[in-house]
């Protein structure tokens, strides 16, 4: 099975630079849209490698058995001249039969809704002002130093992406407040957070609602962005967002390249027209953090 698994990543990494895969067995369609999206900002993948590793083996019955596994792609990008590297960690499960691999897929998971407080934009309570300053180089070298990895000292979540988009936005110098009310303000502490901390519809709800503390205007292209800002994603354009990305760079365009857990990843175009969540229905809101 691990020979089998092996030579399919050879196969989708060498898609990456050529396309000698095109209509065959072990062709992905995701590889050559991120091809199909470079081409497009005149930008291609230099060289790529995936290295695997299996997370668990279920023998089911009748010879069937399948592979838990992750990948570590890594993409060395030229874009207009200017080299940078991509990475992603794809959780994937593979299927077989009588030992042959039958079908392996990326398992995606999105954010399912909590309840109908989470959408609720805080009431402010009073007047008093929390004075801070966004350190932009902090938030970002925290999202570099976590983006594969979780942070102990706090709690990790599943579908994990708003949780780590709030640790850097706090790394950054954004004060937690409104603890205990998981409906208000932007908290983690004693293993319970605010709905805003971590769920990426009412982070999005909260950001632009917020008139002290931690809170963000929204602009209306991704251009407008600065390092350190946040970009949430409505993949089925139903109003409601499921995913938060912070941008750490920008590339030869000026255009943001972006950090993000649960699918984890790192410096990856911050339209998501790679990601198998997208959809041509996709909306995005662009957010750009304020100083308070």
Same mark, same amino acid.
């Given at each position: 099975?691990?020979?089998?698994?092996?030579?399919?990543?050879?196969?989708?990494?060498?898609?990456?630079?050529?396309?000698?895969?095109?209509?065959?067995? !072990?062709?992905?369609?995701?590889?050559?849209?991120?091809? @199909?999206?470079?081409?497009?900002?005149?930008?291609?993948?230099?060289?790529?490698?995936?290295?695997?590793?299996?997370?668990?083996?279920? !023998?089911?019955? /009748?010879?069937?058995?399948?592979? !838990? &596994?992750?990948? !570590? $792609?890594?993409?060395?990008?030229?874009?207009? *001249? =200017?080299?940078?590297?991509?990475? @992603?960690?794809?959780?994937?499960?593979?299927? $077989?039969?009588?030992? =042959?691999?039958?079908?392996?897929?990326?398992?995606?998971?999105?954010?399912?809704?909590?309840?109908?407080? @989470?959408?609720?934009?805080?009431?402010?309570?009073? /007047?008093?002002?929390?004075?801070?300053? &966004?350190?932009?180089?902090?938030?970002?070298?925290?999202?570099?130093?976590?983006?594969?990895?979780?942070?102990?000292?706090?709690?990790?979540?599943?579908?994990?992406?708003?949780?780590?988009?709030?640790?850097? %936005?706090?790394?950054?110098?954004?004060?937690?407040? +409104?603890?205990?009310?998981?409906? +208000? +303000?932007?908290?983690?502490?004693?293993?319970?957070?605010?709905?805003?901390?971590?769920?990426?519809?009412?982070?999005?709800? &909260? %950001?632009?609602?917020?008139?002290? *503390?931690?809170?963000?205007?929204?602009?209306?292209?991704? @251009?407008?962005?600065?390092? *350190?800002?946040? =970009?949430?994603?409505?993949?089925? *354009?139903? +109003?409601?967002?499921?995913?938060?990305? =912070?941008?750490?760079?920008? /590339?030869?365009?000026?255009?943001?390249?972006?950090?993000?857990?649960?699918?984890?990843?790192?410096?990856?175009?911050?339209?998501?027209? /790679?990601?198998?969540?997208?959809?041509?229905?996709?909306?995005?809101? $662009? %957010?750009?953090?304020?100083?308070?």
């Amino acid at each position: 099975m691990r020979e089998q698994l092996q030579e399919l990543l050879e196969k989708r990494t060498q898609q990456c630079v050529t396309q000698k895969y095109r209509g065959s067995t !072990h062709f992905c369609p995701k590889i050559e849209q991120k091809k @199909e999206s470079l081409t497009k900002r005149t930008g291609e993948i230099v060289k790529a490698l995936a290295t695997g590793k299996v997370k668990s083996l279920d !023998h089911g019955e /009748d010879q069937k058995s399948a592979v !838990h &596994y992750h990948v !570590h $792609f890594k993409y060395l990008i030229n874009h207009k *001249g =200017i080299l940078f590297l991509e990475e @992603e960690i794809e959780e994937r499960r593979a299927e $077989f039969y009588k030992g =042959i691999l039958v079908e392996d897929k990326e398992i995606l998971r999105l954010e399912e809704a909590v309840n109908e407080n @989470e959408i609720r934009i805080e009431v402010e309570d009073s /007047d008093e002002r929390i004075t801070y300053q &966004y350190d932009r180089l902090k938030a970002i070298q925290y999202a570099e130093r976590w983006w594969n990895s979780y942070n102990p000292a706090y709690k990790t979540f599943e579908v994990d992406c708003t949780n780590y988009i709030s640790q850097c %936005l706090h790394a950054g110098g954004a004060p937690m407040r +409104g603890y205990p009310n998981r409906s +208000g +303000g932007w908290w983690m502490m004693n293993q319970n957070w605010s709905f805003s901390w971590s769920v990426a519809n009412s982070l999005r709800s &909260y %950001l632009p609602g917020s008139k002290r *503390g931690l809170r963000a205007i929204e602009v209306s292209s991704p @251009e407008e962005l600065q390092l *350190g800002d946040v =970009i949430c994603y409505d993949f089925q *354009g139903d +109003g409601r967002f499921d995913h938060t990305t =912070i941008v750490t760079a920008m /590339d030869a365009d000026g255009m943001p390249l972006v950090n993000a857990h649960t699918t984890n990843s790192r410096m990856r175009y911050w339209a998501y027209e /790679d990601s198998t969540a997208y959809t041509p229905n996709i909306k995005y809101k $662009f %957010l750009t953090i304020k100083d308070d």
